[in-house]
């Protein structure tokens, strides 16, 4: 069954403090059009400049999901996307004041709640989903941490940590679907061992934490100069430890909360593979480190199956434009017009065909007795059908000329000879502004990939 995407129907904030700066910070979601995916945007920043939520901009993952892009950064991103994630939100803009969201409570369950006020509302497009098909994997040897990725009729996801000491030994917890995200798994809240929260401190960090936003598990003697510290971080006048091992009287909300929390993580971390997923993820000892590694693995994988994949049409249907309607549009003439048909087109997107014979003007010297079409043609036939998206966008396109600006990552995969039928596929990597077009371009033969490049083109006016 095809879904469509989704958004939110309206603008929702949310104020707190960052985690580790203390500062206030003041996070809004957005609406976003189709395609948009998650977006953070930086609005204390100068020309208010956007980090797209891809695992591609992971730069360390020491103190929660870090993200940069071009020197701005984004901290702790992993809550705040496993709600919008966990909701089957497709397209959002997070605008944020500071590097990092608010902690709130140290769980998803303000952004969930802040999401549901907002309202969600479907797409007129079809959401594109990953669907596994095979077991993929990724194993860290030095720590044997371990993610597994199997067929599934659902998103699930299955953790099993074990922290090695005895305070907090092995947990498991599960999500058989996303649907109970909301009331499994968005309260449990992040937690830190307190020898790890002395790190912190005397590195001036945790500035925005206390006990209501992080469980802290004691695994060692508190010393008098520690306590004082954490009296000091934490605003109390004194502290205590539980016997459950819990620093001062903080109740866990599950007693495998932990366990929950780091499940969280793994949905908010693989957010950023950028494509919803339709698979079972088992999370064996997860963190943030292989979590994003995964993700990055899980991308590669993910672009180079849509790279390959061979659009489907029926070749004995009209198509959407014949040769006399592209030449209504493109300049080009025989024997340089070298595509024949269009089959789709969006105002992103292009699709176009091109018969390869033997009465070809080039085969006569390349190469005599051994025909190849050359590889410099294949990309023009790529720019040419992306000529069709570009002039598609002005009223009068037969009084405009497309030329060539910049070619990037030009690949050749496989000959195409006399006999094959060429299908493009170009999509525009930005939108087309003051008449440029900047494209990935995809060619296709006997289904397989056969070229592939980054073009870039302008219109201007004859």
């Keep these: 069954m095809i879904q469509n995407q989704k958004t939110i129907q309206k603008d929702v904030s949310l104020s707190g403090v960052g985690l580790h700066t203390g500062n206030k910070v003041t996070m809004t979601f957005k609406p976003a059009p189709i395609n948009n995916g998650y977006t953070f945007v930086r609005i204390d920043l100068e020309g208010k400049p956007i980090i797209e939520a891809l695992s591609t901009y992971v730069v360390n993952t020491q103190r929660g999901t870090n993200l940069e892009k071009n020197g701005v950064n984004i901290n702790t991103s992993e809550h705040v996307l496993a709600a919008v994630y966990a909701l089957e939100i497709d397209n959002i803009i997070i605008e944020i004041d500071a590097p990092e969201p608010p902690i709130m409570d140290g769980s998803s369950r303000h952004f969930i709640e802040a999401l549901e006020k907002a309202g969600i509302e479907e797409q007129d497009a079809a959401l594109e989903e990953y669907i596994v098909k095979e077991i993929i994997s990724y194993k860290d040897i030095e720590t044997g941490s371990e993610i597994i990725l199997m067929p599934s009729d659902e998103y699930q996801v299955t953790t099993m940590v074990d922290f090695g000491t005895k305070i ?16 499994e798994i968005a309260a449990a809240r992040t937690f830190s061992f307190l020898h790890e929260i002395e790190m912190l401190i005397d590195n001036d960090l945790i500035k925005g934490g206390d ?58 971390d693989l957010a950023l593979v950028g494509t919803r ?15 994003t590694k995964f993700a990055k693995k899980l991308s590669g994988i993910i672009k180079t199956e849509k790279r390959n994949r061979v659009p489907q049409f029926n070749l004995n249907e009209p198509p959407l434009m014949d040769i006399h309607r592209i030449m209504d549009i493109l300049p080009h003439r025989p024997p340089f017009l070298l595509i024949d048909r269009i089959l789709e087109l969006t105002e992103k997107k292009v699709i176009g065909m091109k018969n390869v014979t033997m009465n070809e003007d080039f085969f006569v010297g390349h190469f005599p007795g051994a025909p190849v079409m050359p590889g410099v043609l294949q990309v023009e036939a790529m720019a040419q059908c992306g000529g069709i998206l570009v002039l598609s966008t002005v009223p009068d396109p037969e009084n405009y000329l497309t030329y060539f600006m910049k070619m990037d990552n030009v690949k050749f995969k496989q000959k195409v000879l006399p006999g094959d039928t060429l299908i493009f596929s170009c999509e525009l990597i930005t939108p087309i502004r003051r008449g440029i077009c900047h494209m990935q371009s995809y060619a296709y033969a006997n289904n397989k990939l056969v070229a592939e490049a980054q073009l870039m083109a302008q219109i201007v006016k004859k």
Excluded: C, M
């Design 168 to 183: 907090l030994g092995t947990q498991n917890a599960s999500l058989e679907k996303l649907s109970d995200f909301k009331h």
């Design 211 to 268: 006990l209501n936003n992080a469980i802290v598990y004691v695994d060692k003697e508190i010393s008098e100069s520690t306590t004082e510290k954490l009296k000091k971080v934490f605003n109390k006048e004194s502290i205590s430890v539980n016997p459950n091992g819990i620093l001062d009287n903080l109740t866990l909300r599950w007693a495998n909360e932990a366990a929950r929390h780091k499940l969280l993580d793994v949905i908010g």
């Design 277 to 291: 997923i339709r698979g079972k993820i088992i999370a064996n000892k997860p963190g943030h480190l292989i979590n």
